[in-house]
């Protein structure tokens, strides 16, 4: 097996463990950060499989602000449980 | 118990179709009819070196058009359903970032925003286009939120960005009917020399329009997810 399958294959088993990690884990902030690995996984293959294009969108809104969003989606929701355990 | 049946039911088919798709799956040798056409005559009747910017922006521009639509909508509603319900008004302060994140950022932060655009403007030269220059942009925006999370955005510059960006897209698009072969045609320009960055007719304006759109409505909606920061 010539090396570029290789770690093509390695970067598919990368896809696959970080999504079953974010479904599985049970801290939601884990979670999201294993779905952010996922998509920056997924732009990784994207560029082997020279679709640059779609690498370019999957690594930046995949991997970056969706992250962020649901990270602050998080904090804001946790903020308001807060609340209303006063 | 008909819970676990019900479960095994639904991985079952779901194993099925992908079963099907992976069993007939064979290595596709020549290209299809139209992707063939698109090679052939993308060069000559678009002008754009990158062809998937010649796809994405004019032979399937209407498309694209959507997907701004789509974008836009979800940019609204995040904006209402978020200023609706009157969240976190007294929000705890956040924890600053040191001083070397702080002054990296304020040196980092044009220079991610130059290369958001150099992206969108080379959308019909190089890998990239109007929604990853414009990702990298509020990416840019995420990047000052998270150093300085008391820095706020001037939502009337981003509202005035995107709605004249919107009509400009639209209003290139009406022009295609009128001046050239059809809705969003890009020869409403002259193509040009094939290669240069003014070339390929009305695709960089076209990406310019999306690049600013698209920035401005993401970082909007970073900026609604982050809250009033106190």
Redesign the interface.
Known sequence: MDPMTLLTLLICAGILFGAVAAVSMGNVVSAVIAAGLTSLFAAVTYVILSA??V???EA??GS??ST??FL??IN?TR??EHEKDD | MAKRLLIVLALFLLAMMFWEVAANYTERTALTPIATHYVAQGPDEVGAPNLVTAVVVTYRGLDTLGEVTVLFLSAVAVGLLLTMGGLDQKAEPPTPASEIVETAVQYLFPIVLLFGAYIFVNGHLSPGGGFQGGAVIASATLLLFLALPRSKLRHALLIITESLSGFGYVLVGVLGLVLAGGFLDNRVLPLGDYGRLFSAGAIPVIYTFIGLKVGAELSAVLERFKGEAS
């Open positions: 640059p294009d690498a370019m969108t930046s809104i970056g602000l962020a969003i602050y989606a804001r903020r308001q």
